[in-house]
C-alpha cells in the first residue's frame, strides 16, 4: 500500500529495489537511498513539494495559505511541479528562474512529496498536460501573483474573488500546473469562477484532483 506523500523522515525499513537506478544521483539521494516508485505515476501528474526545515520564504508561504484559511495540512505546500513523464524529469516555475526543466532528484532529501492527477483521461491526454507545461518553458515567474495572493491573504485565498484577465504572459507554479490542465480539459479546478486563488494549498485542497499513493524504492 503506498503512502499518501513521500517523507525522507520516514523511510521503510522493508521495500523492493529500484530498477535500473540513474548512473548520477546527486549525493543527497545516494545518502538517502531511497527513490519515488516512477512505475505509479503518469506524464502530467501534479507534484506538490512541503520543505523539512522551510527556509525564511518558504514559511511565509506556508503562513500567508494557513492565514488565507487553508487548514495546516494543505497549507504545508509550498511549491507545484508538473511531471513530465520520463524518469525524474519535472516541469516547475520559480522565483529565480522562471518556468524550466528540473529534477525531482533535487526534492527528495529535504522535503515531502506529494503526487495528485485529474482522473479518467486517457494516456494521450496526459502526455498532452506534459507538452503544454513543457512549451511553457522561459515563461518569467508571476512576482505580482504571489504578491496579490500575498495581500489577499487576510480576506482569505479559499474565498471567491473578483474575476479577472486571464493573461499568462508570466506564471507561478501552480499557474502553470492548472493552466496546462485547463490547455487540454477546459478544467479550471474552480480557481477562475467564482475565482479563488490559486495557490499550492488550493491544488492540495481541491476534491477534483486524486491522491496517487507513492512507494519508496531502495537504490
Known amino acids: 500500500m503506498g503512502q499518501l506523500f513521500l517523507d525522507p523522515q520516514n523511510l521503510p525499513r522493508h521495500c523492493s529495489h529500484f530498477q535500473h537506478v540513474p548512473a548520477s544521483l546527486p549525493q543527497s539521494v545516494r545518502d ?45 505546500w509550498t511549491h507545484a511541479a508538473v ?14 528562474s522562471g518556468v524550466q526543466q528540473a529534477s525531482l532528484l533535487d526534492s527528495l532529501a529535504a522535503h515531502r512529496v506529494r503526487f495528485r492527477r485529474f482522473p479518467g483521461l486517457d494516456v494521450d491526454s496526459r502526455w498532452k498536460i506534459a507538452v503544454s507545461a513543457a512549451l511553457q518553458i522561459g515563461t518569467s515567474y508571476g512576482i505580482v501573483s504571489a504578491i496579490k495572493i500575498y495581500l489577499r491573504s487576510n480576506k482569505g485565498l479559499h474565498l471567491p474573488q473578483k ?29 477562475d469562477h467564482p475565482g479563488k486563488d490559486l495557490c499550492p494549498a488550493l491544488l492540495s485542497h481541491v476534491e477534483e484532483l486524486e491522491d496517487v499513493p507513492m512507494d519508496w524504492l531502495k537504490i
Open 32 to 76: 538517502l537511498g531511497h527513490l519515488p516508485n516512477l512505475e505509479l505515476l503518469l506524464p502530467g501528474d501534479l507534484i506538490l513539494i512541503s520543505p523539512i526545515s522551510p527556509t525564511s520564504f518558504q514559511g511565509k508561504i506556508q503562513r500567508t495559505q494557513k492565514k488565507g484559511g487553508y487548514h495546516k495540512d494543505d497549507a504545508q
Open 83 to 96: 511531471y513530465l513523464g520520463w524518469q525524474f524529469n519535472i516541469c516547475e516555475a520559480t522565483i529565480k
Open 163 to 191: 474575476a479577472g484577465t486571464k493573461s499568462r504572459s508570466k506564471l507561478i507554479c501552480s499557474e502553470l500546473y492548472a493552466d496546462s490542465l485547463l490547455a487540454v480539459t477546459s478544467r479550471t479546478l474552480q480557481y
